[in-house]
């Protein structure tokens, strides 16, 4: 049975490859019939055009290689150009279009080629099989048989290549038949290299190693004839060859030489046929070959890894893709139009570059050009392959001989060198920050990693001094963003994402090495490199903003920020508490003060931000010196000067700025002023009020009555800096503040602090107790800041603070009689006395009649609608609950004051109301008061 299958597999592989002959000579002869037939048509096209009267357009096809695809450009032939008799000449560039592939042709044309080659290297794989079964032949006859039986289609699809048609070359580009010939003849010849190896030991591992990459680099020399699939089949073949050769002592520097001349001739034959797959498939097949020795490996010898990291950078450097798209501008205009002055308006037109032919402007995305270039894909797992096997060198995992910390080091600064050398390998770059911020972060946590190592969970290794690699590692970023910005001068977005990259890097860097190993109270080592690495961010950012007059000011402010980064970081290892706020505020109002003297916009931009990590940095410890070591004094005591110090210097860069030409700065820095201010006011208030806690229970009412009046007070001072100096920030950050103090008001004054809810006392005193700050003065707060609002906020926004002043007011009449009958303590389980409940309604007919005629006074709207509403509770009160439970003269009081307060409200609407201009009524509705 296995003789029958052998003969058929032969028979089919030659019928196969005489019906495949036969069909590529017929379709070659009915393309180039098809060719003269479009030329044909194609010149004709003009003249029928020029006789209809219409316009002609040819649609010119440009086939550039294999992965750009095809881009189609338009000329359009108007009548007016073509004169009698005169047909137009086509572009050069005109080229009839492919017709489409029929399934004859596919199917004549590449299945039957693709499978007429699985079929002969199957049939010399049968061949040597059946000879082994039958025993007609010795073991090394049947091997030589096999390996000729290669040559010899190696041979032929030779032959076939040279006597081959070019149409059909191009056409069938991924189903040639010589490259299908030689690739079975190739794999038929490994075959029987590895079977006089594995099968019966006639050669040793050596020699069959050097045999097999041999034929893999001839396959890689043979693929430069006949294409990139033959070029990936070598690849794989070489990348297989270790796997397939079982030596007893494998050497790892053996290994890793091949693997990289591998690499090399890849990438070599990819230069010159100007690949892009085969090369990015070399990188993933490296980077698994040095990920799995160094894991598997017990123990791994790393500098032979290291060494093939340093030569696939290299590589990448300087052989492919090399400076391939440096030349490329950072945008790319086709046809960019002109722009004149047209007649007889002046106006700007736009006008094409080359004529009324050309085609509407196209701009391409300049970042997606710089972080996509043509040949990402080689850059690309470049980069991964490096980022991947050099975290590997000293992962957990990684059992090595020696210390590879310092061989990371130099494999992470050559791939950040390869990202500053070549404009279109930032890919590199950006694995390279990442890279180094991992590496820094495994190292520095690889002590606490070693305690596992008793249940095997970390391999137990030696290891360097994390903080040198992190310090090392962050120089190098410094050191590499200065040579990028040197050798390439004028392209802006590489400046801002190098700037961008070494400025986080290098914090990140210093600031895990600090976090994870530093001594948090005074750390000389990370203050002093921090102050180091700050100077040169500075340094780069003077001498580049001086030679380069094209630097843009994003790099300049990333650079400028890299510089605050590190002077933040300075600032925690060589001082604690209160020194280390001071600092920060220090350095951040500093950035302000050099605006004197450096005309930069990103130095405000940047103390801004400084600003703002004062404030993180309060938020994270908001006792400034430590609960335990903040004192007990009122107002004199840590929080003074920790907040007070930064808030004063907020105020003095604000004011200082006061002219400065952007309104959003300004905007920014006096809101960050006022929150500092009001910031400082309310831990104070909150330190005196808790004993000299501020991690106390929750606040009183007294207290939250407070806060609830410095929100309403920043948010005055917004809305008076957003009169002087209009902007969206200040205007939209006064409304948020008022929108928050009123929910402050509904949820804690008028219900959860609510002393008659809680039973807290009043305080001796009537009138000057907890019902004035609670209720009385954040009314007439809101009542202020209404009256500023209108006209200036929404009537929607005006509308509620005078309805949150009039509920302040109410609440602060009614307890206050209930204070008056009841004393300091107004707790809801007293009750209620009758003269107390008559007292109720007399109170609340005459604030209805208050805000009845302070409504006149102010034009009011709503006042007039909330007297409106509190007389309608009077009466409904009277008529509900007097009625129910009042009893002889109060009862009949009750009713004469209501029908004597309700007969004046309709004589004052009747007698003074309606007497004034319908006009003017009008008027004040619309403003909403």
Same mark, same amino acid.
């Given at each position: 049975?296995?003789?029958?299958?052998?003969?058929? %597999?032969?028979?089919?592989?030659?019928?196969?490859?005489?019906?495949?002959?036969?069909?590529?000579?017929?379709?070659?002869?009915?393309?180039?019939?098809?060719?003269?037939?479009?030329?044909?048509?194609?010149?004709?096209?003009?003249?029928?055009? *020029?006789?209809?009267?219409?316009?002609?357009?040819?649609?010119?096809?440009?086939?550039?290689?294999?992965?750009?695809? %095809?881009?189609?450009?338009?000329?359009?032939?108007?009548?007016?150009?073509?004169?009698?008799?005169?047909?137009?000449?086509?572009?050069?560039?005109?080229?009839?279009?492919?017709?489409?592939?029929?399934?004859?042709?596919?199917?004549?044309?590449?299945?039957?080629?693709?499978?007429?080659?699985?079929?002969?290297?199957?049939?010399?794989?049968?061949?040597?099989?059946?000879?082994?079964?039958?025993?007609?032949?010795?073991?090394?006859?049947?091997?030589?048989?096999?390996?000729?039986?290669?040559?010899?289609?190696?041979?032929?699809?030779?032959?076939?290549?040279?006597?081959?048609?070019?149409?059909?070359?191009?056409?069938?580009?991924? $189903?040639?038949?010589?490259?299908?010939?030689? $690739?079975?003849?190739?794999?038929?010849?490994?075959?029987?290299?590895?079977?006089?190896?594995?099968?019966? $030991?006639?050669?040793?591992?050596?020699?069959?190693?050097?045999?097999?990459?041999?034929?893999?680099?001839?396959?890689?020399?043979?693929?430069?004839?006949?294409?990139?699939?033959?070029?990936?089949?070598?690849?794989?073949?070489?990348?297989?060859?270790?796997l397939l050769i079982d030596a007893d002592d494998p050497s790892p520097w053996s290994l890793f030489a091949f693997l990289s001349l591998v690499w090399l001739a890849s990438m070599a034959t990819a230069r010159i046929g100007r690949w892009r797959i085969v090369p990015a498939l070399a990188n993933i097949g490296l980077a698994l070959w040095g990920t799995v020795y160094l894991i598997a490996a017990?123990?791994?010898?790393? *500098?032979?890894?290291?060494?093939?990291?340093?030569?696939?950078?290299?590589?990448?450097?300087?052989?492919?893709?090399?400076?391939?798209?440096?030349?490329?501008?950072?945008?790319?205009?086709?046809?960019?139009?002109?722009?004149?002055?047209?007649?007889?308006?002046?106006?700007?037109?736009?006008?094409?570059?080359?004529?009324?032919?050309?085609?509407?402007?196209?701009?391409?995305?300049?970042?997606?050009?710089?972080?996509?270039?043509?040949?990402?894909?080689?850059?690309?797992?470049?980069?991964?392959?490096?980022?991947?096997?050099?975290?590997?060198?000293?992962?957990?995992?990684?059992?090595?001989?020696?210390?590879?910390?310092?061989?990371?080091?130099?494999?992470?600064?050559?791939?950040?060198?390869?990202?500053?050398?070549?404009?279109? %390998?930032?890919?590199?770059?950006?694995?390279?920050?990442?890279?180094?911020?991992?590496?820094?972060?495994?190292?520095?946590?690889?002590?606490?990693?070693?305690?596992?190592?008793?249940?095997?969970?970390? %391999?137990?290794?030696?290891?360097?001094?994390?903080?040198?690699?992190?310090?090392?590692?962050?120089?190098?970023?410094?050191?590499?963003?200065?040579?990028?910005?040197?050798?390439?001068?004028?392209?802006?977005?590489?400046?801002?994402?190098?700037?961008?990259?070494?400025?986080?890097?290098?914090?990140?860097?210093?600031?895990?090495?600090?976090?994870?190993?530093?001594?948090?109270?005074?750390?000389?080592?990370?203050?002093?490199?921090?102050?180091?690495?700050?100077?040169?961010?500075?340094? *780069?950012?003077?001498?580049?903003?001086?030679?380069?007059?094209?630097?843009?000011?994003?790099?300049?402010?990333?650079?400028?920020?890299?510089?605050?980064?590190?002077?933040?970081?300075?600032?925690?290892?060589?001082?604690?508490?209160?020194?280390?706020?001071?600092?920060?505020?220090?350095?951040?109002?500093?950035?302000?003060?050099?605006?004197?003297?450096?005309?930069?916009?990103?130095?405000?931009?940047?103390?801004?931000?400084?600003?703002?990590?004062?404030?993180?940095?309060?938020?994270?410890?908001?006792?400034?010196?430590? /609960?335990?070591?903040?004192?007990?004094?009122?107002?004199?005591?840590?929080?003074?000067?920790?907040?007070?110090?930064? $808030?004063?210097?907020?105020?003095?860069?604000?004011?200082?700025?006061?002219?400065?030409?952007?309104?959003?700065?300004?905007?920014?820095?006096?809101?960050?002023?006022?929150?500092?201010?009001?910031?400082?006011?309310?831990?104070?208030?909150?330190?005196?009020?808790?004993?000299?806690?501020?991690?106390?229970?929750?606040?009183?009412?007294?207290?939250?009555?407070?806060?609830?009046?410095?929100?309403?007070?920043?948010?005055?001072?917004?809305?008076?800096?957003?009169?002087?100096?209009?902007?969206?920030?200040?205007?939209?950050?006064?409304?948020?503040?008022?929108?928050?103090?009123?929910?402050?008001?509904?949820?804690?004054?008028?219900?959860?602090?609510?002393?008659?809810?809680?039973?807290?006392?009043?305080?001796?005193?009537?009138?000057?107790?907890?019902?004035?700050?609670?209720?009385?003065?954040?009314?007439?707060?809101?009542?202020?800041?209404?009256?500023?609002?209108?006209?200036?906020?929404?009537?929607?926004?005006?509308?509620?603070?005078?309805?949150?002043?009039?509920? *302040?007011?109410?609440?602060?009449?009614?307890?206050?009689?209930?204070?008056?009958?009841?004393?300091?303590?107004?707790?809801?389980?007293?009750?209620?006395?009758?003269?107390?409940?008559?007292?109720?309604?007399?109170?609340?007919?005459?604030?209805?009649?208050?805000?009845?005629?302070?409504?006149?006074?102010?034009?009011?709207?709503?006042?007039?609608?909330?007297?409106?509403?509190?007389?309608?509770?009077?009466?409904?009160?009277?008529?509900?609950?007097?009625?129910?439970?009042?009893?002889?003269?109060?009862?009949?009081?009750?009713?004469?004051?209501?029908?004597?307060?309700?007969?004046?409200?309709?004589?004052?609407?009747?007698?003074?109301?309606?007497?004034? /201009?319908?006009?003017?009524?009008?008027?004040?509705?619309?403003?909403?008061?």
């Amino acid at each position: 049975m296995t003789d029958l299958l052998v003969l058929a %597999a032969f028979v089919f592989s030659f019928l196969a490859f005489a019906r495949t002959r036969q069909a590529q000579e017929r379709f070659t002869r009915d393309i180039a019939f098809l060719q003269s037939e479009v030329a044909r048509l194609s010149a004709d096209r003009p003249q029928a055009a *020029l006789a209809a009267g219409a316009a002609t357009e040819v649609v010119v096809v440009d086939e550039n290689n294999e992965a750009d695809g %095809a881009t189609a450009s338009e000329a359009v032939i108007e009548p007016g150009t073509l004169e009698a008799g005169e047909p137009p000449a086509l572009p050069p560039e005109t080229e009839p279009q492919t017709p489409r592939e029929s399934f004859e042709s596919w199917l004549g044309a590449r299945w039957a080629v693709w499978v007429g080659g699985i079929a002969l290297a199957l049939g010399g794989i049968f061949l040597v099989k059946v000879s082994i079964d039958a025993g007609l032949l010795s073991p090394a006859v049947r091997l030589v048989l096999a390996a000729l039986f290669g040559a010899a289609l190696m041979a032929g699809g030779e032959m076939i290549l040279r006597r081959g048609s070019v149409e059909g070359a191009r056409r069938f580009g991924n $189903a040639m038949i010589p490259g299908i010939l030689t $690739a079975a003849g190739a794999v038929t010849i490994l075959g029987a290299i590895f079977a006089a190896h594995a099968v019966y $030991a006639f050669i040793g591992p050596t020699t069959a190693f050097v045999l097999m990459g041999l034929v893999s680099f001839f396959v890689f020399f043979l693929s430069l004839r006949h294409g990139q699939a033959l070029a990936g089949l070598g690849l794989a073949a070489s990348l297989v060859t270790p796997l397939l050769i079982d030596a007893d002592d494998p050497s790892p520097w053996s290994l890793f030489a091949f693997l990289s001349l591998v690499w090399l001739a890849s990438m070599a034959t990819a230069r010159i046929g100007r690949w892009r797959i085969v090369p990015a498939l070399a990188n993933i097949g490296l980077a698994l070959w040095g990920t799995v020795y160094l894991i598997a490996a017990d123990p791994a010898v790393t *500098l032979p890894v290291s060494l093939s990291l340093l030569v696939l950078i290299f590589g990448h450097a300087f052989v492919w893709p090399a400076g391939a798209d440096d030349a490329e501008p950072e945008t790319v205009e086709d046809d960019h139009p002109v722009r004149e002055p047209t007649e007889p308006t002046g106006e700007i037109a736009d006008v094409p570059a080359e004529g009324p032919a050309a085609v509407p402007p196209r701009r391409a995305a300049p970042w997606r050009r710089l972080l996509l270039p043509r040949h990402a894909p080689i850059i690309l797992t470049g980069a991964f392959a490096v980022l991947m096997t050099g975290l590997s060198l000293i992962g957990p995992l990684t059992e090595t001989i020696g210390d590879p910390t310092y061989e990371f080091l130099a494999v992470t600064a050559a791939l950040g060198l390869l990202g500053a050398l070549r404009v279109r %390998a930032v890919s590199a770059a950006l694995a390279a920050g990442l890279m180094a911020v991992l590496g820094v972060s495994t190292l520095a946590t690889l002590p606490q990693l070693l305690e596992l190592s008793s249940i095997g969970v970390v %391999a137990d290794r030696p290891f360097s001094t994390s903080s040198f690699a992190a310090l090392s590692l962050a120089a190098i970023f410094i050191a590499l963003c200065a040579f990028a910005l040197h050798r390439h001068s004028g392209r802006a977005r590489f400046a801002m994402l190098w700037a961008g990259l070494a400025a986080v890097t290098s914090v990140a860097c210093v600031g895990l090495s600090f976090l994870i190993l530093g001594t948090y109270a005074f750390d000389p080592l990370h203050g002093l490199a921090a102050t180091v690495a700050a100077v040169a961010f500075l340094a *780069l950012a003077e001498l580049f903003s001086r030679r380069d007059a094209r630097l843009p000011p994003v790099a300049q402010g990333l650079l400028l920020a890299g510089a605050l980064g590190h002077l933040v970081i300075a600032a925690h290892a060589l001082s604690d508490g209160l020194g280390t706020v001071l600092a920060m505020a220090v350095f951040a109002a500093a950035f302000i003060a050099a605006t004197k003297v450096r005309n930069w916009v990103a130095l405000p931009w940047v103390g801004a931000l400084g600003f703002v990590l004062v404030l993180a940095r309060i938020g994270w410890e908001p006792t400034i010196v430590g /609960p335990l070591a903040l004192g007990r004094t009122p107002v004199f005591n840590a929080l003074l000067p920790g907040y007070g110090v930064p $808030a004063l210097l907020a105020l003095w860069s604000a004011y200082a700025l006061r002219d400065w030409p952007s309104d959003r700065l300004r905007n920014a820095l006096q809101a960050i002023a006022s929150l500092f201010a009001l910031l400082t006011l309310a831990i104070l208030v909150r330190h005196a009020m808790n004993g000299g806690q501020l991690q106390g229970g929750a606040p009183s009412l007294a207290e939250q009555s407070i806060y609830t009046l410095l929100v309403i007070g920043g948010s005055a001072i917004l809305m008076r800096l957003d009169l002087s100096r209009p902007g969206s920030f200040l205007r939209y950050g006064s409304i948020g503040l008022g929108v928050l103090s009123l929910l402050m008001t509904l949820s804690a004054h008028l219900f959860v602090l609510n002393p008659y809810l809680t039973g807290e006392m009043l305080g001796p005193y009537p009138l000057f107790d907890l019902l004035l700050i609670g209720y009385l003065l954040p009314g007439l707060a809101y009542a202020g800041l209404a009256r500023v609002a209108v006209g200036r906020r929404p009537p929607v926004f005006v509308a509620a603070l005078a309805t949150a002043a009039a509920l *302040l007011a109410f609440a602060w009449a009614t307890l206050s009689v209930r204070r008056a009958w009841q004393g300091p303590g107004i707790a809801d389980w007293k009750g209620f006395l009758a003269g107390e409940t008559y007292t109720y309604s007399v109170v609340w007919l005459v604030l209805g009649v208050v805000l009845l005629v302070a409504s006149l006074r102010f034009h009011s709207r709503v006042m007039r609608i909330v007297s409106g509403v509190l007389v309608f509770v009077t009466v409904l009160k009277v008529f509900l609950f007097d009625m129910a439970n009042l009893e002889g003269l109060l009862r009949a009081l009750s009713f004469i004051g209501l029908g004597l307060v309700l007969i004046g409200i309709g004589l004052f609407y009747q007698k003074v109301l309606t007497s004034r /201009p319908k006009q003017a009524d009008d008027a004040s509705a619309g403003t909403g008061l």
